[in-house]
């Protein structure tokens, strides 16, 4: 599930993406773009999983992507800082700063609306499972200072970004933050093409890690019955991946909103969170 939920994101930038560009080349409205079958976002999401994801996602390592990934921090850097320097640029701050649930009972019960949200994201932090063991150095000193630093990173980031953001549009600010932002904003457009190829960047991560368990259970139902070979393993892998890439997208494609990924993924993950770690004591 959060693989399709990466797609979504992604499908959901090349659509945005298209449209922001056909504003800043024609000057056109949204509503005046033609239509044509290779423009469609679910073409241009298929052909991405064809010509980036795939051949990304079949090596049976990721030591790929840590130069792939390098993509992904530049982008939210890259965010957060044109956030924070078009709230300074803006010649009047107007916007409406009020809280939406400024006391009482709704306020605190709009807390566990973001429940899902901060699950989704837990979620996505089983890939340090995988990165884990890709590393030459598996000294536990040495893997708890990069996670206390990518989280303090993040923390940082995402913090300044939504702080920022609510600063510039207050409670016009939209879900996603580059959506409040004019389409033909080059220093926007820039920032969404770089938030999309980092979502492309992630998702081989979260393949590999669904793979490899799906696959340790092939092999060891196999090895009582032949010997393994390499070839059988490759042969394998390659499958899996081709599988897995195409029930996702086509889940994707058909999948019409996104916060309906999230709760979903929010739910499931509750699991991974507050059940499954309690049942390992045992």
Same mark, same amino acid.
């Given at each position: 599930m959060i693989s399709v939920a990466f797609l979504v994101v992604v499908q959901d930038q090349l659509d945005k993406l298209c449209l922001s560009l056909y504003e800043t080349?024609?000057?056109?409205?949204?509503?005046?773009?033609?239509?044509?079958?290779?423009?469609?976002?679910?073409?241009? $999401?298929?052909?991405?999983?064809?010509?980036?994801?795939?051949? *990304?996602?079949?090596?049976?390592?990721?030591?790929?992507?840590?130069?792939?990934?390098? $993509?992904?921090?530049?982008?939210?850097?890259? *965010?957060s800082v044109a956030v924070i320097a078009k709230y300074?640029?803006?010649?009047?701050?107007?916007?409406? *700063?009020?809280?939406?649930?400024?006391?009482?009972?709704?306020?605190?019960?709009?807390?566990?609306?973001?429940?899902?949200?901060?699950?989704?994201?837990?979620?996505?932090?089983? /890939?340090?499972?995988?990165?884990?063991?890709?590393?030459?150095?598996?000294?536990?000193?040495?893997?708890?200072?990069?996670?206390?630093?990518?989280?303090?990173?993040?923390l940082l980031i995402y913090t300044l970004t939504g702080v920022f953001g609510f600063l510039t549009f207050g409670?016009?600010? /939209?879900?996603?933050?580059?959506?409040?932002?004019?389409?033909?904003?080059?220093?926007?457009?820039?920032?969404?093409?770089?938030?999309?190829?980092?979502i492309i960047t992630i998702y081989p991560i979260i393949l590999l890690l669904g793979r490899s368990v799906i696959l340790t259970q092939i092999l060891r139902f196999w090895e009582q019955r032949a010997i393994i070979t390499s070839v059988f393993e490759s042969r394998c892998r390659l499958i899996l991946t081709i599988l897995w890439i195409t029930v996702t997208l086509l889940i994707a494609i058909y999948v019409?909103?996104?916060?309906?990924?999230?709760?979903?993924?929010?739910?499931?993950s509750a699991f991974f969170i507050f059940i499954f770690p309690g049942e390992t004591l045992n």
């Open positions: 080349v024609t000057g056109n409205t949204e509503g005046e773009m033609p239509y044509h079958w290779y423009t469609d976002h679910r073409f241009a $999401l298929f052909v991405m999983c064809l010509i980036i994801i795939l051949p *990304l996602s079949i090596p049976k390592e990721i030591g790929i992507q840590k130069y792939t990934s390098v $993509l992904g921090t530049l982008a939210a850097t890259y *965010l300074y640029l803006k010649d009047e701050h107007t916007a409406d *700063l009020t809280p939406e649930h400024s006391q009482g009972l709704d306020s605190w019960a709009s807390i566990f609306s973001v429940v899902p949200t901060i699950c989704f994201g837990f979620q996505c932090h089983e /890939a340090c499972i995988a990165i884990y063991s890709s590393m030459e150095n598996k000294k536990i000193t040495h893997w708890v200072f990069i996670s206390v630093t990518s989280m303090i990173f993040c409670r016009e600010v /939209a879900s996603d933050i580059l959506m409040s932002y004019p389409g033909n904003d080059v220093v926007m457009i820039i920032a969404r093409l770089l938030f999309g190829i980092s019409p909103d996104m916060s309906e990924v999230i709760s979903v993924i929010g739910g499931i």
